[in-house]
């Protein structure tokens, strides 16, 4: 069930207020045609004209009412988690700092220091960039995510991958 009660659920889908429309045409057909035996056949005739008139309107208030259920649906669901979303990329894109510490060679140090500390630096610079061309916070409209500033890291990260893997989950 896509709404909260089947009241809304059935008027929010036009196959179940076409069934239940052909169900109701059949049963007044057969009372008034058959049960009633109604004389007058051109008022019977002008009857299927009213009823056909009137699935048109019920189709159309059946689409205005899934356009109205839809709206309230994407405020109080849609609208909190994309918000949620977005500030949760934000916080990973500006929460690179360990990233950007300055780092000393030691004893303990990998072979491969230089080029973890090269690597971590370039991926502090690129979340400075990116962090800086995208606005803080979205709260009205929701552009898509390229034209709020995001881009890709664009560096191939062989050491701090989760990072990097975290953000671009975070982003999809």
């Given at each position: 069930m896509r709404y909260n009660t089947i009241?809304?659920?059935?008027?929010?889908?036009?196959?179940?207020?076409?069934?239940?429309?052909?169900?109701?045409?059949?049963?007044?057909?057969?009372?008034?045609?058959?049960?009633?035996?109604?004389?007058?056949?051109?008022?019977k005739r002008l009857?299927?004209?009213?009823?056909?008139?009137?699935?048109?309107?019920?189709?159309?208030?059946?689409?205005?009412?899934?356009?109205?259920l839809s709206k309230r649906y994407l405020e109080t669901f849609e609208r909190p988690r994309t918000e949620s979303a977005y500030t949760m990329l934000r916080m990973m894109i500006d929460g690179h700092t360990y990233l950007c510490l300055p780092r000393q060679r030691s004893a303990a140090s990998p072979p491969n220091f230089d080029e973890i500390v090269q690597e971590q630096q370039a991926l502090c610079k690129r979340a400075q960039e990116i962090a800086t061309k995208m606005p803080a916070k979205i709260s009205n409209s929701f552009p898509p995510l390229e034209k709020t500033g995001y881009e890709p890291f664009g560096i191939e990260a062989k050491f701090e991958t989760g990072y990097v893997q975290s953000v671009r989950k975070a982003a999809e």
């Open positions: 009241v809304e659920d059935f008027s929010a889908n036009p196959l179940y207020i076409f069934v239940a429309f052909a169900l109701m045409l059949a049963v007044f057909h057969l009372v008034l045609v058959y049960w009633v035996k109604l004389n007058d056949r051109a008022w009857d299927y004209v009213l009823l056909g008139t009137a699935v048109l309107g019920l189709l159309s208030a059946s689409a205005q009412s899934d356009r109205f």
